[in-house]
Nanobody, 127 residues
Framework: QVRVTESGGGSVQPGGSLTLSCVAS????????MAWFRQSPGKEREGVAT???????YIAESVVGRFTVSQDNGVYSLTLRMDNLRPEDTAMYYC?????????????????????WGQGTQVTVSP
């Protein structure tokens, strides 16, 4: 029902930067939660950041200080700015949208009932 598209992935050397974008269909009204996840082979999916209609944000400890998240008003539009990238940041990055509720506080927001998922965009950090 909800169409989600990510973009901006690519290959970068350690210390470099990338910006990921996410757009979901429809107009953002009422409560919602948007989130970035990532997953690398052999590892469990990991939450990266969340933001909601109240502009409450959470950034995972593994990336805090290096990654920031922002959004546009009125639409489901999400941006992830990644600086000082490390090889361990290599993963497929996914955008998820819950169009019915704001994010649960902190890391609990990664367990919102997301009803839209993107196909993912690959980020590779290597020398």
């Amino acid at each position: 029902q909800v169409r989600v598209t990510e973009s901006g992935g690519g290959s970068v050397q350690p210390g470099g930067s990338l910006t990921l974008s996410c757009v979901a269909s429809g107009y953002a009204v009422g409560a919602y939660c948007m989130a970035w996840f990532r997953q690398s082979p052999g590892k469990e999916r990991e939450g990266v950041a969340t933001i909601d209609n109240e502009a409450d944000m959470y950034i995972a400890e593994s990336v805090v200080g290096r990654f920031t998240v922002s959004q546009d008003n009125g639409v489901y539009s999400l941006t992830l700015r990644m600086d000082n990238l490390r090889p361990e940041d290599t993963a497929m990055y996914y955008c998820a949208v819950d169009t019915e509720a704001d994010c649960w506080p902190g890391a609990r927001g990664f367990r919102n009932h997301f009803n839209g998922w993107g196909q993912g965009t690959q980020v590779t950090v290597s020398p």
